[in-house]
C-alpha cells in the first residue's frame, strides 16, 4: 500500500532559526495536506497542494509539492516558541479511482523551539 | 465553521467493558467520517471510514468486529471499541470531510478521546 515517509522525526531549534520537514510517498499524490498538532491538541489543517510544482506560502511558512508529485517540504522562516508542535503531511492518492478522500499520514515530525 | 466534536474526551474503563465515542459535526453535514488512532509521539493511523446510510471501509488489520463504527446520520458517527483490553489504550481521533467523493476536501480534526483501559 501506499506509504508516506517523513523526515526528520525530531528537529530542536534555537528561536530564529529556520526549520524544515521533508515528505515522501512511494506513490504518485494527487494532492498532499498539511496538519499542525500542538502538545495535547488535535491535528489542525494548514495547507493543501495540488499542482506538480507548487509553492504555496503562509507568512513565515513555505509550502512545496514537488515536480514529480511524489515529495513534499515545510519550511519555516525564523521560528517562534509559538511554532512548537507536530507537523504532519497527509497524501492523497486516487489511484483505482477512490476518491473518497482517504489520507495517508507521515510519522509527523516534533519540533521544539528554544527561547 | 466546519467544527468537529467528540465526546467523551476522556474515559477509563475496565478491562472486557466496551466504550462508545461519539463523533459529530456540529455546524456541516458530514456525508464521510474517519477514525484515527494515535499513539504518544506518533502518527495517526487510520482505522476506518465511515460513510452515512453504509458499512464501514476498515483498513487492513483492524478488526471490524472489535471496533465497531455506526454512522446513522449526517453528522453523528459512532465508534464502540468491545470488550476492551489494555493494548486498546490509545488517542482515538474522528474526523470529517464537507463531501463524500470529492478529492480535495481537507478534513477537520475532533479534539479526541484518551481511552485508559486498566
Known amino acids: 500500500g501506499q506509504q508516506v515517509m517523513q523526515i526528520p522525526q525530531y528537529q530542536h531549534v534555537q528561536e530564529g532559526e529556520d526549520f524544515t520537514t521533508y515528505c515522501n510517498s512511494s506513490t504518485t499524490l494527487s494532492n498532499i495536506q498539511w496538519y499542525k498538532q500542538r502538545p495535547g491538541g488535535h491535528p489542525v489543517f494548514l495547507i493543501q497542494?495540488?499542482?506538480?510544482?507548487e509553492v504555496k506560502k503562509q507568512k513565515r511558512l513555505t509550502f512545496q509539492f514537488g515536480e514529480a508529485k511524489k515529495n513534499s517540504s515545510l519550511h519555516i522562516t525564523a521560528t517562534q516558541t509559538t511554532d512548537v508542535g507536530t507537523y504532519f503531511c497527509a497524501g492523497r492518492n486516487n489511484a483505482g479511482g477512490t476518491s473518497y478522500g482517504k489520507l495517508t499520514f507521515g510519522q509527523g515530525t516534533i519540533l521544539t523551539v528554544h527561547p | 465553521g466546519a467544527v468537529v466534536s467528540q465526546h467523551p474526551s476522556r474515559v477509563i474503563c475496565k478491562s472486557g467493558t466496551s466504550v462508545k465515542i461519539e463523533c459529530r459535526s456540529l455546524?456541516?453535514?458530514?456525508?464521510?467520517m474517519f477514525w484515527y488512532r494515535q499513539f504518544p509521539k506518533k502518527s495517526l493511523m487510520l482505522m476506518a471510514t465511515?460513510?452515512?446510510?453504509?458499512?464501514?471501509?476498515?483498513e487492513q488489520g483492524v478488526e471490524k468486529d472489535k471496533f465497531l463504527i455506526n454512522h446513522a446520520s449526517l453528522t453523528l458517527s459512532t465508534l464502540t471499541v468491545t470488550s476492551a483490553h489494555p493494548e486498546d489504550s490509545s488517542f482515538y481521533i474522528c474526523?470529517?470531510?464537507?463531501?463524500?467523493?470529492?478529492?480535495?476536501?481537507?478534513?477537520?480534526f475532533g479534539p479526541g478521546t484518551r481511552l485508559t483501559v486498566l
Open positions: 497542494l495540488v499542482k506538480s510544482g
Open positions: 465511515s460513510n452515512e446510510g453504509s458499512k464501514a471501509t476498515y
Open positions: 455546524d456541516f453535514q458530514a456525508t464521510t
Open positions: 474526523s470529517a470531510s464537507l463531501s463524500s467523493g470529492a478529492l480535495y476536501n481537507e478534513q477537520f
